[in-house]
């Protein structure tokens, strides 16, 4: 089956996010930045904005 580029992307990114310890995500959260959170956890600042409309839904 094939798979579309941004199909590929997506799943990447999604792979990427699920390597974060998402308790100490949340505990760290509350008190860092955005800045501060991806260089912790040495992902981008565009995947902190995600992970934090992901757990807002």
Do not use: P, Y
């Amino acid at each position: 089956m094939r798979q579309a580029k941004k199909e590929s992307d997506a799943k990447q990114i999604n792979r990427q996010l699920f390597a974060v310890d998402f308790h100490d995500f949340l505990e760290k959260e509350v008190t860092m930045n955005d800045f501060e959170l991806s260089q912790e956890f040495q992902i981008s600042i565009g995947d902190v904005q995600l992970l934090r409309r992901n757990m807002n839904r």
